[in-house]
């Protein structure tokens, strides 16, 4: 089953920027059909939904990261990326990447701290 490797977080401070990456483990013929989707979770709360993309490349967003995050897909590199602006404390997670609809096995995320 295909997993998904996270990368590109890090320590920021408030205001600034990260960009993640994602692409699965083994490359997929059918990454352009794939609706994708960046998700994140901190201690003790439930794994929530961040962006997704569909196959036709429109996105979507969580209310709380409109305007401030933007999802984006290479279907040539079998990538998605998660472009964060204007970062807050509230931010700070573990994110991850996944197919939209019915989840695969959960990678290892990437830790994202927003901290002065």
């Known amino acids: 089953q295909v997993q998904f490797v996270e990368s590109g977080g890090g320590l920021v401070q408030p205001g600034g920027s990260l960009r993640l990456s994602c692409a699965p483990s083994?490359?997929?013929?059918?990454?352009?059909?794939?609706?994708l989707a960046w998700y994140r979770q901190t201690p003790g709360k439930q794994r929530e939904l961040v962006a997704s993309i569909d196959k036709s490349n429109s996105p979507s967003y969580a209310d709380d990261v409109k305007g401030r995050f933007a999802i984006s897909k290479d279907n040539a590199k079998n990538t998605i990326y998660l472009q964060m602006n204007s970062l807050t404390p509230e931010d700070t997670a573990v994110y991850y990447c996944?197919?939209?609809?019915?989840?695969?096995?959960w990678g290892q995320g990437t830790q994202v701290t927003v901290s002065s």
């Open positions: 996944n197919r939209a609809v019915d989840p695969t096995t």
């Open positions: 083994r490359r997929i013929f059918g990454f352009y059909l794939m609706a």
